[in-house]
């Protein structure tokens, strides 16, 4: 064991700082071998296979190449749930967390028909799923390889959704979604072209594009037409939620009050930033 985690620290030194290389190592070390990190601390974790080793290398050289480490062990861990990640979808972000910990605390005991816009790997559907039994959670996405990983993760995680091919931008599709809706969900694409220069390398180089940027010219594409499909869809007294560019705040409450929404409320993450916006007609 000690050897491979003598391997794991060489192979990645200089390209990590120390601390996010022992972080990397519990991860690997847990997933692969089952070694819990009180026994890398205490020095008492197994001989490793030949096998394990061999895969722990291979992790290894994924990360030195700047491979996100969720998808290097394949998952990752989302309000307490475990959801498998890869290429098809974005891994999903604390500060979606902190959007579907609003939705959970006004919903809190009640029931909902709820609606996803662009599920990615299904994370809020699936959680809201889950932590709001009896809710009826329907997730759609443009992606069908995105909505194949959500439906693997509502497996694991024993959700019921209901998994749908659809592109919000045209509204020719509008009716293959239905409703009406209580609450409906969006954490669409808002990071502009021009922001693209201050983003960590491993997620230009791994994460789909697609589901993460807007052109400079028109960077409320989706907030626009998702404001405008869900005043159509949501019932009386419903919610539209959405996680939003934290430079664009202004933007897309002005958008939202264009489209009739009367009631609006900004909310800022943990970080300070403007990030999540809850609005109703």
Do not use: W
């Not at 974790?45 to 394990?52: A, N």
């Not at 959007?99 to 909902?112: F, H, M, P, Q, R």
């Not at 443009?142 to 024993?158: F, G, K, P, W």
Request: hydrophobic share 40%; net charge negative.
């Amino acid at each position: 064991m000690i050897e491979t985690i003598t391997y794991i620290h060489h192979s990645l030194k200089d390209v990590y700082p120390p601390e996010e290389i022992r972080s990397f190592t519990r991860l690997i070390m847990e997933h692969v071998c089952g070694i819990q990190p009180y026994q890398l601390l205490m020095g008492k974790g197994k001989e490793l296979s030949g096998m394990e080793a061999h895969t722990v290398r291979e992790m290894a050289e994924r990360l030195r190449q700047g491979e996100p480490v969720q998808y290097v062990v394949g998952q990752t861990s989302f309000c307490g749930l475990t959801f498998r990640v890869d290429q098809r979808a974005l891994i999903p972000r604390p500060e979606t967390e902190e959007l579907v910990a609003c939705i959970l605390k006004d919903y809190e005991g009640k029931k909902a028909r709820i609606l996803d816009i662009g599920t990615g790997s299904g994370c809020i559907a699936v959680t809201l799923a889950r932590k709001l039994p009896g809710s009826e959670v329907t997730a759609i996405d443009v992606s069908e390889d995105a909505l194949n990983l959500a439906r693997e993760n509502a497996q694991i995680n024993e959700a019921s959704v209901s998994f749908l091919r659809t592109d919000i931008l045209d509204r020719r599709q509008d009716g293959k979604v239905g409703g009406p809706f209580d609450l409906i969900v969006s954490n669409p694409p808002y990071v502009r072209e021009s922001e693209k220069a201050g983003m960590e390398r491993n997620v230009l180089l791994y994460e789909p594009a697609q589901a993460l940027f807007v052109p400079d010219d028109d960077p409320m594409v989706f907030y626009r037409a998702i404001a405008r499909f869900a005043g159509g869809r949501l019932q009386e007294n419903g919610s539209l939620y959405f996680e939003i560019n934290a430079q664009l705040g202004r933007e897309t409450l002005n958008i939202l009050a264009a489209e009739g929404y009367a009631k609006q409320e900004l909310i800022r993450d943990l970080s300070g930033k403007d990030r999540i916006i809850k609005a109703q007609l």
